[in-house]
């Protein structure tokens, strides 16, 4: 069995493949690579890759025949961060562990971190001044890292700790992909010393703080790290250290980066739509009114979610990868056990056939009736199936209370002369930089 059958991806290059394209501009690649079929032979030097581009063929992979693949090498080369984490983990483990976290993220653990987080979204309000200058993707860079860290852990890690992982986590994720398409024998290079620094540095911080927790007696405690500590399975056997801690890194990995970029890009799209901007506004006032924005208010707020809805099939998830663990067959061609197939929901939310003007933000695209007429699987902004991101639901709880807290007090407009944000390549496509200025809404 060979990948003979499978359309060759434009573009390669003798030796090195489709490499030199991808370094150019790998999102454009992404984006465009659904034109030369729903299943294309991409080569990263000699190494063949498989991309899948339609939401059939996607949706085969990831769900109907999910059994036949596990985590690929993306997660393979990176598990020397997250370890066996629940994004990392396969079988028996995986499901053990998912098990084992499912209740910490129940309704009613739900509405104990409605409460903090809005709490950290007023102070983040009152910590702004008119005519002030900022770069929203930082600011909410900071913002997530410690609103996950007051939903973590049950007292203050320590000004360092939080340092620690504000500095080292985009170092991380900026360099991640990079490192995960490199072969092993550039592990040495002088390159990665900063990723490996940081790396070092962040899974120390987690021990340290996993230690101190474990002695000041985590039961009872109702923070996401005591919960863990206090954990046990049906015959009474709980997480290891080790175990915490991947699980903890994996937390922080998709806890901050995922709703720092999205808060960053909706306020940059809301400043550049202002029909948008205003029924945001209005529903919020409906809805909330003067008082804090509480758990209820959540499901209360679907404009507000069109809007992070849109935001993210926009600048969601770049790439996932699977490996297949046995012959498989995926859009009609037949894929042998060991074959590297790749994932982009990038791509796929950016494809015209499912959203006409795929470039053009429109919150309108998730209406209900425009949502009923599109497949099922044409959208999968926090995966699927048993692999779907357990904390989705937190993450876009975080994501409304902070933009129905900020959004009555202060508009943020494009810094005069400023270039507008440029997506880099990581988990997400995150902006590099936005640069804005607040105004208060009553002097605007």
């Known amino acids: ?47 063949p890759m498989v991309y899948v581009t339609s939401p059939e063929t996607v949706n085969e992979v990831m769900v109907k025949k999910a059994r036949s693949f596990r985590k690929g090498r993306l997660f393979d080369r990176v598990s020397e961060l997250v370890g066996e984490g629940l994004a990392n983990s396969n079988g028996s483990k995986h499901l053990r562990n998912r098990r084992l976290m499912q209740p910490m993220f129940y309704k009613e653990r739900l509405a104990g971190y409605a409460d903090v987080m809005s709490g950290r979204a007023r102070s983040l309000a009152d910590s702004w001044h008119h005519g002030q200058e900022l770069d929203a993707n930082g600011v909410m860079v900071t913002y997530a890292i410690e609103t996950l860290a007051a939903t973590l852990f049950a007292a203050d890690i320590g000004r360092p700790a939080v340092q620690s992982v504000r500095e080292d986590l985009p170092v991380i994720m900026r360099n991640m992909l990079r490192r995960a398409l490199a072969p092993t024998w550039m592990d ?79 306020l940059h799209h809301l400043a550049l739509n202002p029909d948008v901007e205003r029924a945001v506004l209005d529903e919020i006032k409906t809805v909330v009114g003067d008082r804090p924005v509480a758990f209820a208010d959540v499901m209360r707020l679907p404009t507000v979610t069109r809007v992070l809805d849109e935001t993210i099939r926009l600048h969601g998830v770049v790439t996932l990868m699977r490996r297949s663990t046995e012959p498989v067959t995926i859009g009609g061609h037949e894929l042998p056990a060991g074959t590297e197939v790749l994932i982009s929901l990038y791509g796929l939310h950016r494809h015209p056939g499912l959203y ?49 807290t900020l959004l009555p007090r202060w508009k943020l407009v494009p810094r005069p002369g400023a270039r507008p944000p440029t997506e880099a390549t990581a988990s997400m496509a995150h902006p590099d930089r936005v640069e804005m200025v607040v105004h208060q809404r009553d002097a605007h």
Do not use: Q
């Open 188 to 266: 040495a290079w002088p390159i990665w010393k900063e990723f490996n620094r940081s790396a070092t540095r962040m899974r120390s911080v987690i021990d340290d703080v996993i230690t101190r927790t474990r002695a000041a007696d985590p039961e009872g405690r109702p923070d996401l790290l005591s919960l863990l500590l206090a954990a046990r399975d049906g015959d009474g056997v709980g997480f290891t250290d080790e175990e915490v801690r991947d699980e903890l890194t994996t937390m922080l990995f998709a806890g901050s980066e995922t709703v720092a970029s999205t808060l960053a890009w909706a």
């Open 1 to 47: 069995m060979s990948l003979e059958t499978i359309p060759l991806a434009t573009g390669g290059v003798p030796g090195l493949g489709h490499v030199p394209r991808l370094l150019r501009d790998p999102l454009a690649v992404l984006r465009s690579l659904h034109t030369e079929g729903p299943v294309v032979l991409l080569k990263v030097g000699t190494m």
């Open 356 to 404: 006409p003007d795929p470039e053009r933000f429109d919150p309108d695209r998730w209406l209900p009736e425009r949502v009923a007429a599109r497949p099922r699987e044409h959208a999968l902004p926090f995966g699927a199936g048993n692999r779907r991101c357990i904390g989705d639901r937190f993450a876009w709880m975080e994501a409304v209370i902070t933009l129905a």
